[in-house]
């Protein structure tokens, strides 16, 4: 089961560009329940390299800092852009195994903070993830189009997550 929310309405941000405090333009967060357990879900998607398994808008990524996941992380991650391919460094900033961990990336155009947390249950585990995106500078098209474009891109890797890892979405909703 999957539960999709996407949100651009100014709520507490959980970082921001360079560190500021201004308010995403968009927001999406979306919760997998899947039978794996959470052990093996936070060791899959702490590797950020299967990104691309799961994410469509996500084209490649290699880790460039550190030899496995954890605080020391850091990937290259090329997702699709404006324009064309954009890559993205994220840096784990948070690392919690196998309940949460956070990663924030910085680029010229944007700033991307997302989080993971997952909590056992008896069916397996809950899997919430989060994400929030910063522009840094106009991009040509309106908050609300860039929140729009989000949500789709959100849905997608809700859907892909869901599959990845053996859940299923049954519930998608957008605010």
């Not at 507490?12 to 560190?19: A, E, M």
């Not at 605080?71 to 994220?90: K, N, R």
């Not at 729009?148 to 997550?161: D, M, P, Q, V």
Request: glycine share 8%.
């Amino acid at each position: 089961m999957a539960v999709w929310h996407t949100s651009n309405s100014g709520e507490d941000s959980v970082g921001g560009f360079g560190g500021s405090t201004v308010d995403p333009v968009a927001k999406s967060s979306f919760t997998v329940q899947t039978p794996w357990t959470a052990e093996k879900v936070f060791a899959y998607m702490a590797d950020l390299t299967n990104l691309p398994l799961w994410d469509p808008g996500v084209h490649k990524v290699t880790q460039i800092g550190g030899s496995e996941p954890g605080l020391d992380a850091a990937f290259e991650v090329t997702v699709d852009g404006f324009s064309g391919p954009m890559t993205l460094t994220y840096v784990v900033t948070s690392f919690v195994r196998p309940e949460r961990f956070r990663v924030k990336a910085e680029h010229d155009l944007l700033a991307s903070n997302d989080e993971t947390a997952i909590v056992s249950n008896d069916d397996g585990c809950t899997v919430t993830y989060s994400a929030e995106l910063i522009l840094a500078q106009s991009v040509g098209i309106t908050d609300d189009a860039f929140s729009k474009t989000f949500e789709i891109l959100a849905s997608r890797a809700a859907h892909g997550l869901a599959e990845a890892i053996e859940g299923s979405v049954s519930q998608r909703r957008p605010s």
